[in-house]
């Protein structure tokens, strides 16, 4: 290197410990991907990649940032044949439906599935799984928000007969993931599916989630423009998903550094757009939310979820609250409950000084100095962007919260923290 000493290489075992010093360069929060991809930066003589937000130290898939993009992977892939899920107004609103048809017109015949409803019932599921295996597609393309993800999904993996299907998604019999590719073009910004191995569906009330390697999108379109028209109602609930995510995870136990780093950046994109993507939205917040959610997908992948999401699905399932909103709502409640841990109550291997750290992070990362600053600031902009901070907002009775606390989801709780009693969620629910 002329004029100077060649930098040294370092391996991805020295990353993670120098991403800390990353973190803390002025502005490197609001870099957009394509600069994390790009920018390198020399500490103590070591040269490395700030974070490579299109691929991690874990694989990550194909990632394209516009839609029209998605023609030369059809070219290269030889495509004939496309099975297409898509929300519908998402779809028509969005500008996909044209891209679409044009793709028809010229490349591959297109099957469209959109038969389903918000919060994925088997029923829907099990009609796209058959759709699915009478298309002979190339290649399975999901359009639009979670759900439109998680029936793609479901569609590839499920029985065409509901006995069965209901069966599989109980965990009585086997499933296995159809191995043709997988496509995701998110026209939300919230549950980040498109980068999960994780598929929520609903039966008899009840919310299962699917999990498997293969359920994993190989590739993803991250189009702030396929999110321009969403409304701000939807755009609301979708990044308050997101952020509850995000804070969710870098509190989980099952969180690793490089899954926080993710929930991080999370969490400052979602804290400091959302407001202005619900009431003023420009083509920069939108892609900043789009950002926030692929990054709190990723990092739930690792962590999975804890208490704001385990307390969440009855209030969706019972009371029709949309899922975004329904998390949101106890969310600074759990931020509390959790800060409070104590050694008797503990659940976290990692220790008490691990989990009022990871307390601190979140502080920060919403730009507040104390705890009871942004607990303020958090609740604020839930209910700036419509939402609430207790189950009396939302008209719901406290005769009610005996049987919210009883039908929390265990399987999320115990990635919480802090351990929850019965009692507990009572209080919690009560305050």
């Given amino acids: 290197m002329a004029g100077g000493v060649a930098p040294r290489f370092i391996g991805k075992s020295r990353v993670r410990r120098l991403c800390a010093v990353c973190r803390r360069m002025p502005g490197y929060e609001t870099l957009p991907l394509r600069m994390h991809r790009r920018l390198r930066v020399v500490v103590r003589g070591y040269s490395l990649p700030i974070f490579d937000m299109s691929r991690s130290l874990s694989d990550q898939p194909t990632r394209l940032s516009q839609l029209s993009e998605l023609q030369n992977e059809l070219a290269a892939a030889s495509v004939r044949s496309i099975f297409v899920v898509a929300d519908a107004v998402a779809f028509r609103e969005s500008g996909a439906a044209d891209f679409v048809q044009r793709i028809a017109a010229s490349h591959a015949q297109v099957t469209l599935f959109q038969d389903f409803q918000a919060n994925p019932q088997l029923e829907d599921a099990v009609h796209a799984a058959s759709a699915f295996a009478n298309s002979d597609?190339?290649?399975?393309?999901?359009?639009?928000?979670?759900?439109?993800?998680?029936?793609?999904?479901?569609?590839?993996?499920?029985?065409?007969?509901?006995?069965l299907a209901f069966q599989q998604i109980r965990g009585t019999q086997s499933w296995q993931p159809d191995g043709r590719p997988f496509w995701a073009v998110p026209t939300t910004s919230g549950s980040g599916s498109e980068a999960t191995q994780f598929a929520v569906v609903y039966a008899q009330g009840q919310k299962y989630s699917l999990s498997h390697p293969g359920l994993r999108a190989n590739l993803v379109v991250l189009d702030a423009e396929l999110t321009m028209s969403c409304p701000p109602r939807l755009t609301a609930s979708c990044g308050l998903d997101a952020l509850c995510q995000a804070v969710e995870s870098m509190w989980s136990n099952q969180a690793t550094e490089d899954s926080v780093i993710d929930a991080e950046q999370a969490l400052r994109l979602a804290f400091s757009s959302l407001r202005q993507a619900v009431h003023a939205p420009n083509k920069q917040v939108r892609q900043a939310m789009i950002e926030a959610a692929h990054l709190a997908g990723r990092a739930i992948q690792v962590s999975k979820?804890?208490?704001?999401?385990?307390?969440?699905?009855?209030?969706?399932?019972?009371?029709?609250?949309?899922?975004?909103?329904?998390?949101?709502?106890?969310?600074?409640?759990?931020?509390?409950?959790?800060?409070?841990?104590?050694?008797q109550n503990l659940n976290e291997d990692r220790g008490l000084t691990h989990v009022r750290q990871q307390i601190q992070r979140i502080v920060e990362a919403c730009g507040a100095a104390t705890l009871t600053e942004a607990a303020e600031r958090l609740n604020s902009l839930i209910v700036d962007v419509g939402g609430q901070t207790s189950i009396v907002g939302w008209d719901i009775s406290n005769d009610q919260i005996p049987a919210i606390a009883a039908s929390v989801n265990v399987q999320r709780l115990q990635n919480n923290p802090r351990k929850a009693t019965s009692a507990d969620l009572i209080r919690l629910l009560s305050d």
């Avoid at 704001?308 to 106890?330: C, D, E, M, R, W």
């Fill in 137 to 163: 597609a190339d290649v399975i393309v999901a359009v639009g928000g979670g759900s439109a993800i998680d029936i793609a999904k479901l569609a590839r993996s499920i029985a065409t007969d509901n006995t």
């Fill in 305 to 343: 979820t804890t208490a704001p999401h385990a307390l969440s699905y009855y209030l969706t399932s019972q009371f029709g609250i949309p899922h975004g909103f329904a998390v949101a709502t106890n969310l600074v409640r759990c931020l509390s409950f959790n800060a409070e841990v104590s050694e």
